[in-house]
């Protein structure tokens, strides 16, 4: 908390000269909102955080107790989540330096390293036992229909990287047709059958055109193309390179493989390979080398690409990790 001292009457009369120009600026009356503060309540913490209803917001489909772990930890993910989208648009729209680049990367990277760090509690923290009876309850839901995290996404680099075809040579190709090309559409198959799940289609019917609209508004200015921007006025630094690195590799193989070690935990019992909540066809979306997906491919060398997150992915499915 700051000092408590009471300020001058110059300090006083300095604010006071402050606070008029700002309301008259606005065509407000100071007088007004002075007299206001006289009947305004003191803020406590628990109304600031709406902390009474935040712990309201865990609401269990079964009497397994682990499954509020399950809960709250991907409500914490989307907090997180939320937190990088901040960073991403208000380096979209911000001043386009390197000093600022580096401002806004360092914090997603701290975001990006706590989500990493703390996936334990998912991989480690639940009870196997419980895990699979309670995860029954929850179908067709998946963290498949994140729509932060696929905003996160749209919003880092090029349609043409988010389709099934990154190599592909794209010229021509409307944001309509980009959209229905990208990876994550695929992801959500039965294993069976081969045809989309009901959770890729509920998401289609509530994200689609929210998706398509996104999409759309930063295809001109997403991270990678304002990142080429930088590059052409020779503004990238070897440290804002590391930290584009650190981002890409971050969020399209730790974050994934985190995913990929929880699911072998839970679903990969010999010689049964069991789908995950919402029957995504987890063994060949997860895994970052069958995805090869990049960011900011520029960054990386056609040896790093070709060998994306094999060896984290073989350690962990021989068991090891």
């Not at 007088?31 to 309540?41: D, F, K, R, V």
């Not at 990088?84 to 580096?102: P, R, V």
């Not at 919003?155 to 090309?181: H, I, R, Y």
Request: without cysteine.
């Amino acid at each position: 908390m700051r000092p408590t001292t009471p300020a001058s009457p110059d300090r006083w009369k300095e604010l006071l000269d402050q606070l008029e120009h700002k309301y008259q600026a606005s065509g407000q009356d100071l007088n007004s909102y002075l007299e206001g503060l006289l009947y305004t309540e003191y803020l406590n913490y628990w109304d600031y955080v709406q902390l009474d209803t935040l712990l309201t917001l865990q609401v269990p489909r079964t009497a397994f107790p682990d499954e509020e772990i399950f809960i709250m930890y991907h409500q914490i993910t989307e907090l997180y989540f939320k937190l990088i989208l901040k960073e991403i648009k208000q380096l979209s729209a911000g001043e386009q330096t390197t000093a600022n680049w580096e401002k806004r990367i360092s914090r997603i990277n701290r975001y990006m390293e706590a989500l990493i760090k703390s996936f334990d509690v998912m991989v480690d923290g639940m009870d196997p036992e419980e895990f699979m009876k309670f995860r029954m309850a929850l179908l067709p839901a998946s963290g498949f229909q994140s729509v932060q995290f696929r905003i996160i996404e749209l919003l880092s680099t090029k349609l043409t990287q988010l389709s099934n075809d990154p190599d592909k040579d794209w010229t021509g190709a409307t944001v309509e047709d980009l959209v229905d090309q990208i990876y994550w559409q695929a992801g959500a198959t039965e294993l069976s059958s081969g045809k989309q799940t009901l959770t890729l289609k509920r998401f289609a019917e509530k994200y689609g055109r929210q998706m398509r609209t996104t999409a759309s508004d930063y295809q001109d200015t997403n991270l990678a193309t304002l990142l080429g921007r930088l590059q052409e006025t020779d503004q990238l630094t070897d440290n804002l390179r590391v930290m584009l690195r650190t981002f890409d590799a971050s969020f399209n193989i730790n974050w994934r493989l985190m995913h990929f070690k929880s699911a072998v935990r839970y679903l990969q019992k010999e010689p049964e390979v069991i789908a995950a909540t919402g029957g995504t066809n987890w063994q060949k979306y997860l895994p970052p080398r069958f995805q090869n997906r990049t960011f900011f491919p520029e960054l990386w060398t056609s040896e790093e690409r070709a060998n994306w997150g094999r060896a984290w992915f073989e350690e962990v499915l021989a068991g090891v990790a």
